[in-house]
């Protein structure tokens, strides 16, 4: 049973006075950072905003607000309340312990064809009603998932950033996901999700699913990115890992941005092989 009263739940989740908490709350905006990060295509570059959105800067960026001081430590205890009071299914690999993108790019080995998209301002587009409902429906009280509300959204939306954010994402995700599950069991697919890319695979032609497939993300109110939606044959990318026919291996942007290390003896080169290597290991199922 989930906590029911906010003073409980302050008191045995958050270590903290229902008083402390609401003061936190009214000054949530003194408990973020923001900046912005820019995207880059598959060679490491940044990405050019399209004509319609210069007026937002050259570049594409996204925004990123992580919490600080008190609320940092305060959404750390919640994110470890929700993965440890609610399952989530097992398609999910993005921030699930044990999972990675490596995992999850493993899980597709050796399928002949891909379907991949991804889901448009995922962050963004998660409003606090969204969130307020997905703690509603999982069993907190309307009290407990209002207090929750606000401490794990920012100007309205899930904030890139917050330790909670992957988390109350796959969950708001689960009845698609269900849904998806379901396709996919009846299709004999292999699907996961990893955090905002989507992807299903099989061993034969399954192009007459994939209206079905999008129609089931877009009925539940998600935004798909068309330039992000694929459907290959062949050698293609899963989550920033390289698919080759049964093996996986790093991407030409991965070798672009190792070539570009001037001091290949520096932590930021070693960290690259480490990485290089692990993939080869969970490709060998050796890990």
């Known amino acids: 049973m989930l906590f029911q009263r906010t003073d409980i739940f302050c008191a045995y989740v958050l270590h903290k006075s229902p008083e402390r908490i609401n003061e936190i709350i009214n000054h949530i905006g003194d408990y973020y950072s923001e900046f912005l990060r820019y995207k880059t295509d598959k060679e490491g570059n940044r990405r050019r905003n399209k004509p319609a959105y210069t007026k937002f800067g050259e ?40 999972k990675d993108n ?15 998209t991804d889901l448009k301002d995922f962050f963004p587009f998660i409003t606090n009603k969204m969130v307020y409902e997905m703690y509603v429906r999982n069993g907190f009280s309307h009290d407990v998932s209002s207090l929750l509300t606000k401490l794990t959204t920012y100007n309205g939306h899930l904030p890139q950033g917050a330790p909670t954010s992957t988390t109350i994402a796959n969950l708001i995700f689960v009845p698609t996901g269900l849904e998806l599950q379901s396709i996919a069991e009846r299709e004999g697919l292999r699907f996961t999700t990893f955090v905002d890319d989507v992807t299903m695979s099989s061993q034969s032609d399954f192009k007459h699913i994939i209206p079905e497939i999008v129609e089931t993300i877009i009925s539940h109110g998600f935004k798909i990115s068309q330039g992000k939606t694929t459907y290959k044959s062949g050698i293609t990318e899963i989550t920033g890992v390289k698919m080759l026919n049964n093996s996986l291996t790093v991407t030409n942007k991965f070798n672009n941005a190792y070539e570009r290390v001037e001091d290949k003896s520096s932590p930021r080169a070693k960290g690259m092989i480490n990485y290089k290597d692990r993939i080869k290991k969970v490709s060998s199922k050796n890990e």
């Open 59 to 98: 570049y594409w960026t996204r925004t990123i607000n992580p919490p600080k001081n008190e609320l940092k430590d305060i959404q750390k205890l919640i994110n470890g309340y929700l993965v440890k009071s609610i399952p989530i299914p097992d398609y999910a690999y993005g921030g699930i312990k044990r």
């Open 102 to 116: 490596i995992r999850n790019a493993r899980f597709h080995k050796g399928q002949k064809y891909i379907f991949q």
